[in-house]
């Protein structure tokens, strides 16, 4: 059975629509990882809107998980346009851990109360649970088996590690290197047949030789994401959560570079499917 990873969302902080965003995407992230009759979604950004759209077309919206890195605006905004969360049909588990108190479900009910939404969350006719995680915790999902790890970013993220017929996809979003790369990121993400990874600034933006400083903002760089995906010794590795005012061309000028460090590099495009049997031969 083929296991395929789509991406419907690859931006980071805000959507950024436009001419100059118009091949790699705009939305912002949300990433499907499926297999037969397991689908799971990674991140509800303004991706998920077409996800779910694609979803009805195929007949697969009857039953779906949500796993969550983490609570910032920009990766649950999408939800509430997610059109199968609108059928009675659909059941909708939502996955991710509780960050200032607050659980899952308070947080997805307060985007959705008036005057911001018109719609409240109870109302949705589909049924709709949530399920906490923790970090280390290992949990089966379907066929999927799924393993929960804390990185580093400001209010705290999970980063997933999901284990699906034979292949293994790792999701490390909104995460920051330290001075060294992350060891607890290395091990979750060791052997990994594709490693989604962070890299929303360029070395330079990050020590702050072109604007402020992004120390400490949670964010971590395509070089980084070289030396980690080495480290691990993943066969892809997927630059992700694109800074909203990179353009196309600049992003194409990453992948470049990062090729020069670590050959098998794409930057994350919205639209692109990968079946990782293909990209295990080819590793």
């Not at 997610?82 to 659909?90: E, G, I, K, N």
């Not at 017929?165 to 047949?193: F, K, N, Q, R």
Request: glycine letters at 10%; a negative charge.
């Amino acid at each position: 059975m083929t296991t395929q990873v789509r991406f419907w969302g690859v931006r980071g902080s805000i959507a950024s629509p436009g001419p100059e965003t118009a091949r790699v995407g705009g939305n912002t992230s949300c990433v499907e990882v499926s297999s037969g009759e397991t689908t799971l979604i990674l991140d509800a950004g303004t991706g998920i809107r077409k996800l779910g759209d694609a979803l009805m077309r195929e007949g697969r919206a009857q039953n779906l998980t949500l796993l969550l890195s983490h609570l910032h605006w920009d990766h649950i905004q999408g939800l509430p346009f997610f059109v199968p969360a609108y059928l009675p049909s659909t059941h909708l588990e939502v996955v991710g851990a509780t960050w200032s108190e607050m659980p899952v479900s308070r947080v997805l009910e307060h985007q959705m109360t008036a005057p911001v939404f018109p719609v409240r969350l109870d109302e949705l006719p589909a049924s709709i649970t949530t399920r906490e995680m923790r970090n280390g915790e290992t949990i089966q999902i379907g066929a999927a088996t799924v393993r929960a790890r804390k990185l580093n970013h400001p209010g705290g993220v999970l980063g997933f590690r999901i284990e699906l017929d034979g292949c293994t996809v790792v999701y490390a979003t909104d995460t920051e290197h330290y001075a060294c790369i992350d060891p607890s990121l290395v091990a979750l993400a060791s052997g990994a047949d594709v490693l989604i990874y962070d890299a929303q600034y360029t070395p330079e933006e990050y020590r702050g030789q072109s604007g402020p400083s992004k120390v400490g903002w949670g964010h971590s760089t395509w070089e980084v994401a070289c030396q980690v995906a080495k480290a691990a010794g993943v066969g892809s590795l997927q630059l992700f959560h694109h800074d909203p005012r990179r353009s196309d061309d600049e992003v194409d000028e990453i992948e470049r570079k990062a090729r020069t460090l670590f050959e098998r590099t794409c930057a994350a495009r919205e639209g692109t499917c990968i079946e990782l049997g293909a990209v295990a031969r080819a590793a």
